[in-house]
């Protein structure tokens, strides 16, 4: 193998010249803890790999008139774009060309800071489940926004897209029951998300 070539080149190469190959079963050693270690970079790589290369699913099927509305922002993974905000929500409301209105809202720093308003707009871009959509405040730059995890009626859902660099636990109430939360924060990893990564966003994100 090519990586097990160079790592054992490049150590071979810290060996001084008067002492190279003088113990054959140094060298024997040697090339032992060389495969043993170029395999477990190899392993390694296979891991990072297939964890990021693996496609993120979505759920099932969405009712887009159920799930439009208020939601509240309980948790997310931190984002340079929402920097400062809190009490974050997301309103969503039909277009008379289809397409869906987008209304973020969040205060800065604290509930009692500056509100910060966003507006765009949404359009589903897979039919058969209407869990992916496109979402932009400034044309032509759209994000993806995909539905990864859903409650059965609607009280609660988690928004992610392909990189997995974004993440968001919505709710239909400004807080969530505890026992919830974490059973959402459990099925993370399944789908490529790192729990320890999410961060509250309200200063009271979930119930006890």
């Not at 060298?27 to 170029?38: H, M, N, Y």
């Not at 400062?84 to 720093?109: F, M, P, W």
């Not at 660099?165 to 990893?189: C, F, H, N, V």
Request: charged share 25%; hydrophobic share 40%.
């Amino acid at each position: 193998m090519l990586l097990l070539a160079l790592i054992e080149r490049k150590v071979v190469k810290m060996i001084p010249e008067n002492r190279r190959y003088s113990n054959f079963r140094k060298e024997a050693r040697l090339k032992k803890w060389i495969t043993i270690f170029g395999f477990a970079i190899v392993l390694f790589s296979w891991a990072g790999a297939a964890k990021s290369d693996s496609p993120l699913t979505v759920v099932d099927v969405v009712d887009l008139n159920r799930y439009l509305g208020m939601w509240y922002e309980i948790a997310s993974y931190p984002s340079w774009f929402q920097k400062g905000c809190t009490a974050s929500t997301a309103e969503y409301s039909l277009l008379s060309d289809g397409k869906i209105q987008v209304i973020n809202r969040c205060h800065k720093d604290s509930l009692e800071g500056p509100l910060k308003v966003s507006k765009g707009k949404a359009e589903v871009v897979d039919a058969a489940t209407n869990a992916k959509l496109k979402v932009w405040f400034f044309w032509p730059f759209k994000g993806n926004y995909w539905i990864i995890d859903l409650d059965p009626d609607y009280h609660w859902a988690v928004v992610g897209e392909p990189s997995r660099k974004y993440l968001w636990i919505l709710s239909r109430t400004p807080t969530m029951d505890g026992a919830i939360y974490q059973e959402i924060l459990e099925r993370l990893p399944q789908k490529g998300y790192d729990p320890a990564t999410v961060s509250y966003t309200h200063l009271r994100a979930h119930e006890t």
